[in-house]
Nanobody
Framework: VQLQASGGGLVQAGGSLRLSCAAS????????AAWFRQAPGKERDFVAA????????YYTDSGQGRFTISRDNAKNMAYLQMNSLKPEDTAVYYC???????????????WGQGTQVTVSS
């Protein structure tokens, strides 16, 4: 599976962005998908995950209520809608795919290249 993340950019605090992750390969629809982020000098942190069916989602506490993860298996796409963005959301966002819907990076064996999100105050 190859992943291509896009949709990042510069936004003011309180604004919104929608990240997209385009997947290639036949196994996307049977795999969990997730978003992680990494700020400069920090570890890669979990943001959100979604089961292959789309029926189960997990969020980090800071994203709950502001972020929505979704997927379209017919298009081999995953999305992260981010609302009410804060400066602390500034990071490179990575999409990932793996066999298990989990909050830990080690559960995912395919990663996209990342897309920069910058939230100005």
């Amino acid at each position: 599976v190859q992943l291509q993340a896009s949709g990042g950019g510069l936004v003011q605090a309180g604004g919104s962005l929608r990240l997209s992750c385009a997947a290639s390969g036949p196994t996307f629809s049977s795999s969990a998908a997730a978003w992680f982020r990494q700020a400069p000098g920090k570890e890669r942190d979990f943001v959100a995950a979604i089961h292959s069916s789309g029926g189960v989602t997990y969020y980090t506490d800071s994203g709950q209520g502001r972020f929505t993860i979704s997927r379209d298996n017919a298009k081999n796409m995953a999305y992260l809608q981010m609302n009410s963005l804060k400066p602390e959301d500034t990071a490179v966002y990575y999409c990932a795919v793996g066999p298990v819907t989990a909050r830990i990076a080690q559960s995912y064996n395919y990663w996209g290249q990342g897309t920069q999100v910058t939230v100005s105050s």
